[in-house]
């Protein structure tokens, strides 16, 4: 069983950052057994794929729009991950999720995450 909170999430004017924190309490497996992924869900949206990484960090998966704004990372001695966000755009407003895969392929599907957190509101103003 993973339990995942969210934190970090705000309102930010274009142009702006922000950093999300997911914190992970594991049982049963250690965290550094999951893969992590970013998502969001804008209001009248589908939940979308930001960011994944593998247990080891040393592989990161993007969806192209967000490449080179957004930085996934993970420390597994803190079992958390994080969301980095730069130069944010009032499209980025959302509610991200963290989740937490088993999958050995960093995957963008919502259907390889068994595991969600409850989701942070991220709100940027033009």
């Known amino acids: 069983q993973v339990q995942l909170v969210e934190s970090g999430g705000g309102l930010v004017q274009a142009g702006g950052s922000l950093r999300l924190s997911c914190a992970a309490s594991?049982?049963?497996?250690?965290?550094?057994?999951?893969?992590m992924g970013w998502f969001r869900q804008a209001p009248g949206h589908e939940r979308e794929f930001v960011a994944a990484?593998?247990?080891?960090?040393?592989?990161?998966r993007y969806v192209d729009s967000m490449k080179g704004r957004f930085t996934i990372s993970r420390d597994n001695a803190k079992n958390t991950v994080y969301l980095q966000m730069d130069s944010l755009k009032p499209e980025d407003t959302a509610v991200y999720y963290c989740?937490?895969?088993?999958?050995?392929?960093?995957?963008?599907?919502?259907?390889?995450?068994?595991?969600w957190g409850q989701g942070t509101q991220v709100t940027v103003s033009s």
């Open positions: 989740a937490a895969s088993t999958s050995v392929v960093l995957t963008a599907s919502t259907l390889q995450y068994a595991y």
């Open positions: 594991v049982s049963g497996r250690t965290f550094i057994r999951y893969a």
């Open positions: 990484i593998s247990w080891s960090g040393l592989s990161q």
